[in-house]
């Protein structure tokens, strides 16, 4: 069975830092582009980062882009995504999700999804 678990989420101060694993199981992260996306409290799914098989291209929404950044570790089969200079807009449940071989910016078009996890910037 094809799964992602997120972790590494929790409650951080404004300017604060988290760093968010996906793991996956039952597959080989190898195939697919993992994507991490953000959903806040009455908002829809928003992507914040991508990125491809190889790890070789990334992309991020504008909102985080210098302060966040994506990795991946295939040999782990975990996917990364290091959050520095947290603000309190970036309070949300924050999912992995994969999506095979290319990558795309629409939520929609990723097939496995994780749990979530609870990020929260708050003084």
């Known amino acids: 069975q094809l799964q992602l678990v997120e972790s590494g989420g929790g409650l951080v101060q404004p300017g604060g830092s988290l760093r968010l694993s996906c793991a996956a199981s039952?597959?080989?992260?190898?195939?697919?582009?993992i994507g991490w996306f953000r959903q806040a409290p009455g908002k829809e799914r928003e992507g914040v980062s991508y990125i491809s098989r190889s790890g070789g291209s990334t992309n991020y929404a504008d909102s985080v882009k210098g302060r966040f950044t994506i990795s991946r570790d295939n040999a782990r089969n975990t996917v990364y995504l290091q959050m520095n200079s947290l603000k309190p807009e970036d309070t949300a449940v924050y999912y992995c999700?994969?999506?095979?071989?290319?990558?795309?910016?629409?939520?929609?078009?990723?097939?496995?999804w994780g749990q979530g996890t609870q990020v929260t910037v708050s003084s």
């Open positions: 039952g597959f080989t992260l190898d195939d697919y582009c």
């Open positions: 999700g994969a999506k095979y071989y290319y990558c795309s910016g629409y939520v929609h078009s990723y097939q496995t």
